[in-house]
């Protein structure tokens, strides 16, 4: 069988450039201000981009063959999406906001997300005993003195 000609081989490199490429939006963005940032794609939850993949509620695109906007930290992307039973395709540009989130704009909408902040380790974490990898402690007796 010949792999160019089965499609295989594209079908293999596309997907495994979506996986490693980190684009210039890539994060996690909150809908509302009380929207779950560790949910994504449910009602309630956050919307992701990461490797050329947009998660929404409900639904995920490929952000396809991005074109820079000028003088703006901005892209238009083709969408190809699937959710919710359907598959479709639009147009839709992104561009980072000035807090450091997103605005998404498809035909007639625009959206502002706020960014997610990073996570951080929790109280209960820190009481379980969540430690560094490896940590220097002084040999016994030679603590300064506090």
Known sequence: MNILKSGAFTAFGVTFAHAVAA??????????AEADCTA????????????????????SCRMERPVSIVDMDAKIYDMVCTGEGSDWQARAIVMRAA???????????????????????????????????????PPEGDAPDG
Request: with cysteine; proline share 6%; charged share 25%.
């Open 23 to 32: 684009g210039p939006f890539d994060g996690v963005y909150r809908q509302s």
């Open 40 to 59: 994504i794609g449910v009602e309630g939850g956050a919307l992701k981009i990461e490797g050329g993949v947009f998660t929404g509620v409900d639904n």
């Open 99 to 137: 807090d450091g989130g997103i605005v998404m704009m498809w035909d007639g909408y625009a959206f502002k997300y706020e960014a997610c902040p990073a996570a951080v380790p929790d109280e209960e974490d820190e009481e379980a005993g969540a430690k560094p990898a490896f940590a220097i402690e």
